[in-house]
């Protein structure tokens, strides 16, 4: 077979490898789980206290500390979640922790009176390879007067 027809087959055969995925330079783009990864986290209320009642509906802002220091703001899509006993609409803040020492905090809007809430925060930070990730912590509890 003359050298230029053999160059010609390889040619033809790194192309059909490559459009198939197989071999060569080029491979087939990573395609992240339609489920981020989820990690756990520990964190607690500051205040109010976990356990807390009598909390005024007003209180206006909530602290804590987390261990995953992406939890304390850094990390993008942060949002710090109030949910109340017995249903209805959870509170959601995104995008407001501030962290200084240690304490984070978190701005809140008005509550419903009488009604006990479970807090937790959670982020989507980045992973290796671009895809996200889902990091959470739950916080404590509190009622309110």
């Known amino acids: 077979?003359?050298?230029?027809?053999?160059?010609?087959?390889?040619?033809?055969?790194?192309?059909?490898?490559?459009?198939?995925?197989?071999?060569?330079?080029s491979s087939s783009p990573y395609m992240c789980?339609?489920?981020p990864a989820a990690v756990v986290s520990s964190g607690a209320l500051v205040s109010p206290a976990n356990g807390a009642t009598g909390v005024s509906p007003g209180v206006g802002r909530i602290t804590f500390t987390v261990v995953t220091p992406g939890l304390q703001g850094t990390d993008p899509g942060t949002v710090v979640t109030l949910t109340p006993a017995g249903g209805g609409p959870a509170v959601q803040q995104p995008d407001s922790v501030i962290t200084a020492n240690g304490v984070s905090s978190s701005v809140i809007p008005p509550l419903r009176s009488a009604t006990a809430y479970t807090v937790t925060i959670s982020a989507t930070p980045t992973l290796p390879g671009g895809c996200?990730?889902?990091?959470?912590?739950?916080?404590g509890s509190f009622t309110t007067q």
């Not at 077979?1 to 198939?20: E, F, I, V, W």
């Not at 996200?132 to 916080?139: C, D, F, N, S, Y």
Request: contains cysteine.
């Open 33 to 35: 789980p339609e489920t």
């Open 132 to 139: 996200p990730g889902l990091v959470t912590a739950a916080l």
């Open 1 to 25: 077979m003359p050298r230029s027809r053999a160059l010609a087959h390889g040619a033809l055969l790194l192309a059909a490898l490559s459009l198939t995925g197989c071999g060569g330079a």
